[in-house]
């Protein structure tokens, strides 16, 4: 079967995961022979079984739409939340659970990271710039929310409460070190629900809004037995 996915993001991810049974990273991908890996290839339009590049179409027995807030084209009331999050490394705090804080203004938390590349292997990963400290841990705190598809670099105000609200929680994370700041927006419906649509040939998932992690591999499955699995 001849399957396009659009949008690497998270959802695309987990559909090739699901899909395809494959981990996702460009390199291992590129390293397979039934797999086509199109870095940096803006997809202008997506019918069932048809993707449109600039004035090219594109034809695949089935097309996944995981463009989040790329597509805008088709889903009109689609909006984005910007969200500003920092990495620190620290020696001396360990913490082995996500954990939420509370906050006047946000929905914060911190959560404890593996070492290396996010669960890739390094060998498949040209993308992490980010070094690590030999047997430093590594947590992220997160995450900012606010009404605007900007994704400039993080605000004073932003990396002040962020970072503020962690050093409450000890002070130890006064000596951390900060060694990524990642700003993004995040695809959401008015409701702040997630969104799938199938049709013969064509399944569109959206609006994760900022659970992505928790709800994408569910909102995949769903997708996918109520999509490609049950029409073929
Ligand atoms: C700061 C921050 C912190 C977050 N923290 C959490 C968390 O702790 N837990 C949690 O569950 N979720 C979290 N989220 C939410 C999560 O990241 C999102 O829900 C998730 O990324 C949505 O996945 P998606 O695949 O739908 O969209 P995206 O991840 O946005 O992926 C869309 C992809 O499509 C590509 N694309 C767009 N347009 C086109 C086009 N025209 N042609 C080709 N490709 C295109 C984009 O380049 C992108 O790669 C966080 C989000 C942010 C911003």
């Not at 900007?150 to 409460?161: A, H, K, M, Q, W």
């Not at 609200?165 to 997630?194: Q, Y």
């Not at 609006?207 to 109520?226: M, Q, T």
């Amino acid at each position: 079967m001849n399957i396009a996915i659009v949008g690497a993001g998270l959802v695309g991810r987990v559909v090739a995961l699901n899909l395809l049974r494959k981990p996702f990273s460009t390199t291992y991908f590129n390293s397979l022979a039934n797999v086509f890996w199109r870095e940096h290839t803006k997809v202008d339009k997506i019918e069932a079984g048809k993707i449109h590049i600039g004035k090219n179409i594109e034809c695949f027995d089935w097309v996944f739409d995981a463009r989040g807030l790329g597509a805008k084209e088709y889903f009109t009331d689609l909006r984005g939340v910007r969200g500003e999050l920092i990495w620190i490394e620290s020696n001396d705090i360990t913490i082995t659970r996500p954990t939420r804080l509370l906050h006047p203004r946000y929905k914060l938390y911190i959560v404890p990271r593996k070492n290396g590349c996010e669960g890739i292997e390094l060998e498949h990963c040209k993308e992490c710039k980010i070094a690590q400290t030999a047997n430093s841990k590594r947590y992220i705190v997160g995450a900012s929310e606010i009404e605007s598809e900007d994704n400039s670099p993080i605000s004073v105000r932003s990396s002040l409460e962020l970072l503020s609200a962690l050093f409450t929680i000890h002070p130890s994370f006064g000596e951390a070190r900060v060694v990524n700041i990642e700003t993004n927006c995040r695809p959401a419906f008015k409701d702040n629900l997630p969104r799938i649509e199938n049709q013969k040939g064509l399944t569109r998932i959206n609006g994760l809004y900022r659970h992505g992690y928790l709800l994408a591999p569910a909102i995949v499955e769903e997708a996918l037995n109520r999509g490609i699995r049950e029409f073929n």
